[in-house]
């Protein structure tokens, strides 16, 4: 098969070779980005007297024709072709005819597959924040419903304090939120145009960059060409979030996970997100919320993968390059398919808010509540932490819990203790009363409430 790049060879490459060295098997992905990188780069050759109008005319037609088939899957990739971009160019003049070879002036695949992948990029990237933000308003759904049913809250996996189910919601709420920030600041650096830097070094041909970078949507260019040929810090920095978002569905499936045994009881997951097992009937099993916290592995891989790829690459383009392509798109198509499950999961999922408040009626999550009590009448917190860590011991030794204790026991540790200790001592007041500024007292969790609300309406 005669290649684009023959003219210098005396020997054709073995089919095997051409097959490792072969991209359009995962590159084919880009090709409406090709495409559309093509035609504004032909309308920009126009424009500039680089070509005449009338080949631009047939060019950008046979383009726009490959465009509709691409969108009707009509079109077949040969690997003899290599990647998206031979083969598109291949068509187009098998289309066309000769003229279809002038698309290429003033343009290397190296900035070409760059511009693809920017576009590519930014094109998923929006598509993500949009599942985030879907995602936060399942939380928020299940966070205005649960304002005060009340969780035991952990620290270590021990319990600590009690706090409302929608505080503990709002956390992922706000985790996610970084996230979108996070994607929104990296648009800055993805929405930037290397078309036009040519191999490396630019051209001699007087292209117009700008106006590419505007036909394409692009809010800058590259300033310097063997950057922009070379730079993949924009696909780096996306796996790196996306592992961040991935770090941060895992936990939540953890929990998930953790709160729909047979141990918690917390929560129930739908059916529809769980399977069975094929020899134990009982089974109802948390699937997809292990998958999700499985997936998160491969994520991390191929963040690992791509800065591995880069380390030692010399200026410019270099074949490795091609290595950007598979784990970015499995990044893509991994994060989606998380983020969706996950909002359907989150929006289906039962709460057993009985099981969980009673959790907190049979530990010592409301021992801090007798350190304060005493520490507000004046006794030192160190001393007061003390004399209540006792009356848990007592508690334990006796097998009770502090609300459990007759007054007079009180009343022998520290003449400070009053009646009022075993109201202090309820769950409902233990939560209303941690009133303090992103605190879990309702009064807040309200107030959070109505600021997630305005963050997701902004
Ligand atoms: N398939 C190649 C890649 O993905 C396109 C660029 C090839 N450029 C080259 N000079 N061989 O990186």
């Known amino acids: 098969m005669k290649k684009a790049w023959g003219g210098r060879f005396e020997k054709t490459t073995e089919a095997w070779i051409e097959e490792f060295g072969a991209s359009i098997l995962f590159d084919q992905t880009l090709v409406e980005e090709d495409i559309q990188g093509s035609i504004a780069h032909v ?111 952990y620290t270590h996996l021990q319990r600590a304090q009690p706090i409302s189910f929608a505080h503990h919601l709002l956390a992922y709420f706000w985790m996610f939120d970084r996230d979108i920030r996070r994607l929104q600041d990296s648009l800055k650096r993805i929405n930037v145009s290397p078309l036009g830097c040519g191999a490396l070094a630019g051209t001699t041909f007087p292209i117009d960059r700008h106006y590419t970078a505007e036909l394409l949507g692009f809010d800058g260019i590259y300033a310097n060409s063997l950057d922009g040929v070379s730079d993949r810090d924009f696909i780096i920095e996306f796996l790196s979030n996306a592992s961040m978002m991935m770090m941060h569905l895992s936990r939540f499936c953890e929990e998930l996970i953790l709160w729909s045994s047979q141990e918690f009881q917390f929560v ?83 709460i057993n808010k009985e099981k969980m408040y009673k959790a907190t009626t049979q530990d010592f999550s409301n021992a801090t509540e007798l350190a304060d009590y005493l520490a507000e009448k004046g006794i030192p917190f160190r001393e007061a932490h003390e004399i209540v860590g006792k009356l848990v011991l007592l508690c334990l030794q006796q097998g009770v819990y502090l609300q459990d204790l007759p007054m007079s026991v009180y009343k022998e540790t520290s003449v400070y203790f009053e009646e009022d200790i075993y109201k202090i001592l309820d769950v409902m007041t233990v939560v209303s009363r941690r009133n303090s500024t992103g605190g879990t007292g309702f009064a807040q969790v309200q107030e959070a409430l109505r600021q997630a609300k305005k963050q997701i309406d902004e």
């Open 268 to 350: 129930e997951i739908d059916d529809a997100y769980a399977t069975g097992s094929s020899m134990m009937p009982q089974k109802k099993n948390p699937d997809m919320a292990e998958l999700i916290r499985g997936k998160t592995g491969r994520v991390y891989g191929n963040l690992m993968s791509l800065l591995t790829v880069m380390k030692g690459l010399p200026l410019a383009y270099n074949k490795d390059l091609q290595e950007d392509k598979e784990g970015m798109f499995d990044t893509v198509t991994t994060l989606k398919g998380c983020l969706t499950i996950m909002t359907g999961m989150i929006e289906t999922l039962q």
């Open 43 to 153: 309308t920009m050759l126009g424009a500039c007297g680089i070509l005449p109008m009338e080949d631009v005319k047939t060019i950008k037609g046979g383009l726009e024709k490959l465009s509709l088939k691409a969108k009707e899957g009509a079109l077949s990739f040969k690997i003899e072709q290599e990647d998206i971009h031979l083969n598109i160019e291949k068509m187009l003049i098998d289309d066309i005819g000769e003229v279809g070879g002038k698309l290429h002036t003033g343009r290397s695949r190296n900035d070409q597959v760059a511009t693809d992948m920017h576009v590519y990029m930014r094109k998923e990237v929006i598509e993500v924040i949009h599942l985030l933000r879907v995602c936060q308003q399942a939380l928020l759904h299940q966070a205005e419903e649960h304002v005060e049913t009340i969780l035991p809250g």
